[in-house]
């Protein structure tokens, strides 16, 4: 046999103890006695004056801005998380710019020194080595290098440039969102107090209101409840007439054996969900089901080992 969990062994009790209270309620049902109902209602409200203490301004004001406070540190989070991002981003922009500057100055060498060592070969091939040309010539690759290295300073400046114009006008827009959010608050703050203000006055007429009527409810309570402990009387007397009569039309056997159906009806909607196994171990949990099917409780028994599924 499959084990059953703990858990679900908690699970299967809680379904039988339903079964118990809905097998004793159709025996309650069939009862041919009267049974003075059970009253549950309090022989009074017992009510007390209720005492109004109104808040001060401070710790209306206090309350309204706890009631912004979880909107307002929201927005103020998204607003710092979006400018921490973006001036994240404008700093990766400088390194970049900077290692760019760095492999243009070094390709810049690069191209220097190659163009002097063609240079050399050159003048070495042709005889000039030492002549004026030769200087006119490295003093022009000279001045391109030096050309090409302020090409690329320059670039450099004007990328930091518009990196900072950037940076500039996002602390700008960050500070007027700032500020913007901050007169939010206040309006919502302004607006929350009002209705605080109005809540208060409205408890202090319900109050006051309820401290004038405490005797009209009392009243109203006391009829409410005799005529409810009325009805239910009623009820219990109708329920004994109309089984009283049942009984005389059935005869005691047909009566018995209808509450019987009745019990094992319910017993078979409860246990149908069950696995077999489950069904048994309730089965032998106690001996409720046996007192209470009597007649009907072997067939009931058949029924968990032919009908119900097996474990899984």
Known sequence: MASITQERLKELLEIYAKLKEEIIEIDNKYSLTYVEPEIVLPDSLNLQKMTYTPKSVEELNELAEQYVAAAIISKQRGLDSNYSTKLKTLGRKRTEAARDLTEKLKKADNDYAEALEKLQKKL?????????????????????????????????????????????????????????????????????????????EKAKTNVDKYNNGIEEKEQRYQYTRAKFIESMRRAERDRVLTMTKLYLQLGEVSYRDRMLREKYSAAQDAFWPLRRNEANVLLSYDSFLNFHLESYYSTFVDWVNTSLLEPN
């Open 124 to 200: 070495i091939n042709n005889g000039l080595l030492f002549s004026t040309t030769a200087s006119k010539y490295r003093e022009t690759a000279l001045a391109d290098y030096a050309n090409q290295k302020n090409e690329c300073n320059l670039s450099y400046t004007q990328d930091l440039s518009a990196i900072d114009t950037e940076e500039n006008d996002l602390e700008a827009v960050y500070k007027e969102s700032c500020e913007k959010l901050e007169e939010e608050k206040q309006a919502l703050i302004t607006k929350r107090y009002q209705v605080l203000v109005e809540a208060e």
